[in-house]
């Protein structure tokens, strides 16, 4: 019998195993559609409902097991012992991706305080709420906002804190990149926010250095403009933009840098030539090496910096950085 008629055949008589075809075939698609080509191609909303079915693929499989795996079934010790594997880890979902943002939001009631425009097409969004100082959020973190008018409830965006919660407000920056990015800017005062976070290990928690380089790129000035505020020990920021137009928070960076003895550096101009090239890095950051580096901004941008840290023999162990879309 040929693999195919078998596991047809199989799939018909033995119990559990038409589910488990099933799991891995969502998982395959899962997968597929994670691919940075595939990625690149879906739009947002699309790729995350069919991730969703993950949870569909995890709960067949696990029935498969249950059904068919002889560790579930060897001994009443070993049925236990992955029953309560499995409860813990559905658990943990649950409780991470369900209880706790609901518990968090009902908690502190955000709201929209301001809607500050930055540029012709960025604007910065002041949110506040009760007892802000209890959130578990860093600066470099970033959430899943969701701003509770009627035409945008059901769309959640990822935006990076642009500064350090101050136990008060908190405060995003966004670039209109899309139709959600952009009504952002005509959110009114009051307006009720659901958040989902604090995500992201992009903050000084993962330092190796006392000193540090700050690198960003265009709208990738959010989590260094609040790493920069929370940071100690001296700090080397470069800002690469197109024109100075471009440089949204230049002033707040400045007058951070001034105020913690920070050097600050706005590279201008178009993408090539490169002006973070090997070369050009060594000549404002000479002791590079010696330094976390922190690294946001678009891809292009991103990996031509990884690549320029790597030429300067920058261990990994001190790269950090924060990617603005998912399929960098
Ligand atoms: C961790 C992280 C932090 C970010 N921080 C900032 C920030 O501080 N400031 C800023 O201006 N931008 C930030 N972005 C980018 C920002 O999330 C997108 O520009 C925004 O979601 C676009 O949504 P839209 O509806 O306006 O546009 P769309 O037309 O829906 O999308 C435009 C682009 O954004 C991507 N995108 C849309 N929704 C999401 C989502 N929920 N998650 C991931 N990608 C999405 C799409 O794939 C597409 O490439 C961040 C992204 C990530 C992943």
Redo the contacts with the bound molecule.
């Keep these: 019998m040929d693999p195919v008629s078998q596991l047809v055949d199989l799939a018909e008589t033995v119990e559990g195993v038409f589910r488990a075809v099933v799991a891995l075939g969502i998982v395959l698609l899962v997968g597929g559609v994670s691919a940075r080509w595939a990625r690149r191609r879906l739009?947002?909303e699309t790729w995350h409902f069919i991730h969703l079915y993950t949870y569909v693929a995890v709960v067949l499989a696990f029935t498969h097991q249950v059904a068919v795996g002889t560790t579930f079934t060897a001994s009443p010790a070993a049925t236990s012992y992955w029953y309560a594997l499995w409860t813990v880890a559905l658990g943990s979902v649950f409780v991470g991706r369900l209880v706790l943002p609901l518990w968090r939001n009902w908690r502190h009631q955000l709201r929209v305080e301001a809607v500050v425009p930055e540029s012709d097409n960025v604007v910065s969004v002041y949110v506040t709420g009760r007892d802000l100082d209890r959130l578990p959020a860093r600066a470099g973190q970033?959430f899943?906002w969701r701003f509770l008018t009627k035409d945008r409830w059901w769309?959640?965006?990822?935006?990076?804190l642009?500064a350090a919660p101050d136990g008060r407000t908190l405060r995003?920056?966004?670039?209109a990149?899309?139709?959600?990015?952009?009504a952002l800017r005509h959110i009114k005062p009051g307006t009720r926010v659901f958040a989902e976070g604090p995500y992201?290990a992009f903050t000084a928690m993962h330092r190796t250095r006392p000193e540090a380089v700050l690198v960003a790129g265009g709208?990738g000035v959010?989590p260094i403009r609040a790493l920069l505020e929370e940071l100690h020990g001296h700090a080397v920021v470069i800002y690469r933009v197109g024109s100075d137009r471009d440089a949204v928070l230049y002033d707040e960076l400045r007058d951070l840098a001034h105020a913690k003895g920070s050097e600050l550096h706005l590279v201008t101009g178009p993408p090539v030539p490169d002006k973070l090239a090997p070369g050009e890095l060594a000549r404002l950051v000479p002791d590079i090496a010696d330094r976390d580096v922190f690294l946001c901004g678009p891809p292009p941008m991103m990996n031509a910096v990884l690549g320029s840290l790597r030429e300067l023999n920058v261990p990994r162990t001190q790269i950090h950085f924060?990617?603005?879309?998912?399929a960098g």
């Design positions: 739009a947002y970033f899943l769309q959640a965006n990822p935006f990076s642009s995003l920056t966004a670039k990149a899309g139709d959600g990015s952009a992201g709208v959010t924060e990617r603005f879309s998912l």
